[in-house]
């Protein structure tokens, strides 16, 4: 054996002499690695898988997990509603009543050949919207034109109450003059209502 051959097994045997506890452990677990190379390799013999019943299984039926249970009366019913087979359904989930939907809240729209369709409803409500609007501005305009007429003279408080003179005659809040009721009296001004519009009257002398 050549010198150059021989070094590292010498270099090995120092190693094994300078720690002798971790040659010992190394050389246990190479034992037990060839151990189990052999078992599983060498002395093993294949086994085909095979499947049955365990031990003291029901074979007659289907197993049951809620019959050791204690169940309440609520979850009783539910168990016996999900066995129960599912029918069938003869309301059309997707249809939608037009009578539920009224067109001007509350004359129902109806779907007949005699009646108008959705826009031309639609249509007459919103010019029966802008009739409204018109004569309302017409009345608006006739309003004012006619408290044009009210001339107040003036304003003050006599006795802790709000007082004004319109046109010669004093009068308070509440008080009708000309068709006109009064509904506020400041300082030199008034605010009087007809026909549910309010206008304001100023003093302007």
């Known amino acids: 054996m050549s010198a150059a051959e021989a070094n590292p097994l010498e270099s090995m045997v120092r190693q094994v002499k300078a ?21 599983i390799f060498v002395f093993s013999e294949p086994r085909t898988a095979t499947a049955g019943p365990s031990a003291g299984e029901n074979l007659k039926g289907p197993r049951s997990y809620t019959s050791n249970l204690q169940l309440s009366p609520a979850s009783r019913s539910l ?8 029918t ?38 919103l010019a029966a919207k802008a009739d409204q609007e018109k004569a309302r501005g017409i009345l608006r305009d006739n309003v004012r034109s006619k408290a044009s007429r009210l001339d107040l003279q003036s304003t003050g408080m006599f006795n802790g109450i709000p007082k004004a003179m319109v046109n010669g005659v004093i009068v308070q809040e509440g008080d009708t003059i000309e068709g006109f009721r009064i509904m506020q009296i400041e300082t030199k001004r008034i605010v009087v209502e007809l026909e549910g519009i309010q206008v304001e009257v100023i003093f302007k002398h």
């Open 19 to 39: 720690e002798p506890k971790k040659a010992v452990a190394l050389a246990i677990l190479v034992a037990v690695l060839v151990a189990m190379w052999l078992k």
């Open 79 to 86: 168990l016996e509603w999900t066995k129960k087979p599912i």
């Open 88 to 125: 069938g359904t003869k309301r059309n989930l997707f249809a939608i009543k037009l009578d539920y939907f009224p067109v001007d809240g509350a004359r129902p729209m109806f779907s007949g050949d005699d009646a108008d369709g959705f826009w031309d409803q639609l249509a007459k409500s």
